[in-house]
């Protein structure tokens, strides 16, 4: 079992910057990754960043939204996740969630059992 709480989630004018934070907790395994999802009201859930604990490579999806503006980090001592969001744009406005997973690829949701309660971000204009 792995746990996961998001913080960090807020409002924030377009243009501007807002940093999410994952920490997970639990069992420890060197296959676990992270990968920061996002869901709009009446809209699918999409896959934003990932990272894998153990090398920190990470892997971002091709879609234009968000190219470029977000990036995924962590602190291994602090078994935490990051999010930074940059040149935010209303768009971006979402429940942000973190999940972890141990098999299966990054940037399907599928391959991620465990899942935090999510943050939101609202971005106005």
């Known amino acids: 079992q792995v746990q996961l709480v998001e913080s960090g989630g807020g409002s924030a004018q377009t243009g501007g910057s807002h940093v999410l934070s994952c920490k997970h907790s639990?069992?420890?395994?060197?296959?676990?990754?992270i990968g920061w999802f996002r869901q709009a009201p009446g809209m699918e859930r999409e896959g934003v960043a990932f990272?894998?604990?153990?090398?920190?490579?990470?892997?971002?999806p091709k879609a234009d939204s968000m190219k470029g503006r977000f990036s995924i980090s962590q602190d291994k001592s602090e078994s935490t996740v990051y999010l930074q969001m940059n040149n935010l744009k209303p768009e971006d406005s979402a429940m942000y969630y973190c999940?972890?997973?141990?098999?299966?690829?990054?940037?399907?949701?599928?391959?991620?059992?465990?899942w935090g309660q999510g943050t939101q971000v609202t971005v106005s204009s």
């Open positions: 999940a972890a997973g141990y098999l299966g690829a990054w940037r399907d949701a599928s391959s991620y059992p465990f």
């Open positions: 990272i894998s604990t153990q090398s920190g490579d990470t892997d971002y």
């Open positions: 639990g069992r420890s395994d060197y296959r676990l990754f």
